[in-house]
């Protein structure tokens, strides 16, 4: 028997206590071993798929959880940080910041990225299983219910970070204030003297960049300037999608003399799109970003935009994964939204005159 | 009896067919019994600080060994990667590249910063001891003896990335080719015209600096200009170091009229420098990085840099400790230096002709 199976053994009593349904009721109702339970609970490989499915069914259907506390008394506790994608920019931002909180703690960093937005996939799930964590952090996803079953009949906690969708009532996030954001770079613009502002969202199955073309849109109706569908253009949240989306705007018969670009990258997509136009940033054109990722200062000219507390969000989000593991009574679905800022850089500026030829 | 120690008993013998000596023949000499003798080795807490250091000693003194291949036969397969700072822009490029071959072997990637460029600390050595990784990716940093045979002695294999100082004989690395890589960088700047070309190096203790300094140096020799150390300025590899270095250039009577800058957040502080004086770049000014992080090409202007292959380096060293964990041939002391190359963008020109009036 391997030691993973007896670890199992000796801690799911002391869980059980705390419990309606004992891992020996499961096992006496599935009609197997109490070890090949024990097995599929910490996700060994060493079982069938048809016996892991039964008894994953069973602790579904007892409603079968195990607190955090009584996993992590074991060996070395680890969090897990897991990412759609490394790629962005602002990942290395959230690394810091729960890296920071988790090593303070004593907690090892495990990242992986699963390259889906939507599900992180089977294999991250089977080694998380396995690993046993005290909690996920997810960027973006909220998780199917059956995952979060899976996880949470494990007692590993987790917490959506700048969830992409609503999250389920009964997930922790942390985000931060998309409209406010999204209504702060729009009444930037339109204090600066702009009417006719393009806005470039992130992908528009993503809750954040829904918010900001909200707010965006609340800021112009405020200022008594109409709404134009025209005027937005769906990006991904990368440099190209606002190149492509500056692209559209630029060669509008009447373009805007601003852009809200949804995101930095974006932004410097807009840069790109404007430079062989021989559209000058920011005289003819003014750009406000969004996250204010360290080379917004650096960028030529330096970036206009919206700041995301992107590595205080990560580490809000360490802080209630420990707290979740260490105190039972921790609510297991708390939800914050941090606040945003302007951050006014070299960008924008007043809408140039159409008769001083925007354009050249 | 924890199910750490079980773990150690059941592969320790495994593991000492293949050596002289064994965890009981320690235990012997030490007079303690094998399960303290384990835990030592395992990196429990449960043992007190004398014993820990005689049975560190014993298994020093006799060389014990234990390969990598038996040890993580067991749970989890995870793979280690220190950084002595997370802050740098260039760790996203390293933990992306690490991640995608961990990920594709079926391994978990541990990131942790330490904050210090010398040594990577206790609290680490000893969650390393207790996690039992398959091996430890160093980024700059060597270990001294002792960590090095903690961790040897566990089994767990590690490889430097792009070293700071020369790595010892034992120990396998990752580099890349920094003295080719300075070269190309005042050949750029040389075959556009300049003579007078400054030169921002990084920290002195660190090899890639020395190497990339040497290599501007010969490139100038060899063009029969004569290497003026005035014109050498030691940064940080920081946006402030490559500001503070800039000024100075900038303010000397006979200013150069291009700076290498020895990396890319250097050449930024360059820009920084460059922009209050109203030294234009490239007009005024030629401006060469060292790195090629991604923002290079959207800074005002886009960056000229030397391009090195981070994401390669990353994937190489995560291969070759995938490698020393599996196969029992394998080399512990493997070195590779991957090819740096010239990435010409925005910030170098010819030189201005003096008549001209540089600077304005």
Redesign the interface.
Known sequence: M???T??AD?TDPIAAVQRRVTLADIATEAGLSLATVSKVLNGRSDVSELTRARVEKLLHSHGYLRRATAVAS???R?VELLFHE??S?W??EI??GV??VA?QA?I??????SGDRHSPGH?WID?VL??RPIGVILVFSDLDPQTKHKLRSRGVNFVVVDPADEPEPDVASIGSANWAGGFAAAQHLLSLGHRRIGMISGPDDMLCSVARVDGYRSALERAGVSFDAELVRVGDFH?DGGRRGASELLDLPDPPTAIFAGSDLQA?GV?EAARPRGVRVPEDLSVVGYDDL??AR????PLTTIRQPLGEMAETAARMLIRMSEDPDAPLNQRFDLATSLVVRASTAPPARRADGAGL
């Open positions: 391997s030691s993973t007896d670890r000796q074991g060996s070395a680890m490394l790629e920019e990942a290395i690394i810091r890296e920071r090593r004593g090892s960093l495990i990242v992986t990225e294999a080694g396995s690993r440099v410097l840069y360290r080379f650096w960028v030529g000219p």
